[in-house]
């Protein structure tokens, strides 16, 4: 998991697939279009969408995680907050669907590590990194706008 600025996204260097999505995520503003774009066909795509925030305790509150593409996620618009934990520390509730790249698992407790994502923080969460997103950063849900691009593992030069 790396989390940190936009501003500073050169400072990891992760090859051209990697400046591609942030050269992407750059051009975004707060009135970009809610829709898929494609940067390079099914390899590296981003989804603008947005939606309320909620508790770990809703019901349709999801723990996922990814192992085909990394995420980078990144608030446009509001806040919100991701939990974080290790994929091994989990117990499984829905097992790995190749179609879809998802693993679902279940919420026991608390997550150790809290993301506060605000518009120019970026999150990109790796395999091993299981996450709650879309979760309040208060007391009340807010509306949310965010981007998420998804990039290949196998496209990343790690």
Not at 8 to 30: C, D, I, M, Q, V
Not at 97 to 117: C, H, S, T, W
């Amino acid at each position: 998991m790396i989390v940190d600025h936009i501003d500073n996204w050169k400072r990891y260097s992760f090859g051209s697939t990697w400046e591609l999505a942030f050269s992407f995520l750059e051009g975004l503003t707060p009135e970009s279009e809610e829709r898929r774009y494609d940067l390079d066909g099914d390899d590296v795509f981003a989804i603008v969408m947005s939606y309320p925030t909620k508790r770990e305790t809703d019901a349709n509150a999801v723990l996922e995680a990814h192992r085909k593409y990394v995420d980078i996620q990144m608030a446009l618009v509001g806040s919100e907050r991701l939990a974080m934990y290790p994929t091994h520390s989990l117990n499984v509730k829905t097992p790995y669907n190749a179609e879809r790249d998802v693993e679902f698992f279940m919420y026991e407790k608390p997550a150790k590590i809290q993301l506060g994502m605000f518009p120019g923080t970026f999150a990109c969460l790796l395999p091993q990194d299981a996450h709650m997103p879309q979760l309040t950063t208060g007391d009340a849900g807010v509306e949310v706008k965010k981007v998420v691009v998804k990039i290949a593992l196998d496209r990343l030069e790690i």
